[in-house]
């Protein structure tokens, strides 16, 4: 059983920089997809980055290029979402997700099967 779980959320002032983690289990992380959604309030579900498998590669929404980064330690099984430089309106619910596609990259959430329950991040003005 594949189990996503999201930590390292919180309430920070703009500005600041926060690093989210998903500790995955029942699934190899360097051997599928990992990608952050984010969620804000009233809207929906919006891709934020991606990691592939195999060979490493990153995509990320053109929103936050040069503002987050994607990243994993195998060791630990784990994806890393750090996040500088936060604003306002980054506050949302953050998810974890993972797929099995082999298409690349995949920006829908509809192509994500493994899911965690998501870390709040809250950015004060």
């Known amino acids: 059983q594949v189990q996503l779980v999201e930590s390292g959320g919180g309430l920070v002032q703009a500005g600041d920089s926060l690093r989210l983690s998903c500790a995955a289990s029942?699934?190899?992380?360097?051997?599928?997809?990992m990608v952050w959604f984010l969620q804000a309030p009233g809207k929906e579900r919006d891709f934020v980055a991606s990691?592939?498998?195999?060979?490493?590669?990153?995509f990320y929404a053109d929103s936050v290029k040069g503002q987050f980064t994607i990243s994993r330690d195998n060791a630990k099984n784990t994806v890393y979402l750090q996040m500088n430089s936060l604003k306002p309106q980054d506050t949302a619910l953050y998810y974890c997700?993972?797929?099995?596609?082999?298409?690349?990259?995949?920006?829908?959430?509809?192509?994500?099967?493994?899911w965690g329950q998501g870390t709040q991040v809250t950015v004060s003005s």
């Open positions: 997700a993972s797929s099995s596609s082999i298409l690349w990259p995949v920006t829908a959430t509809r192509s994500y099967t493994y």
């Open positions: 029942g699934r190899t992380i360097n051997s599928y997809t």
């Open positions: 990691l592939r498998g195999a060979g490493g590669s990153t």
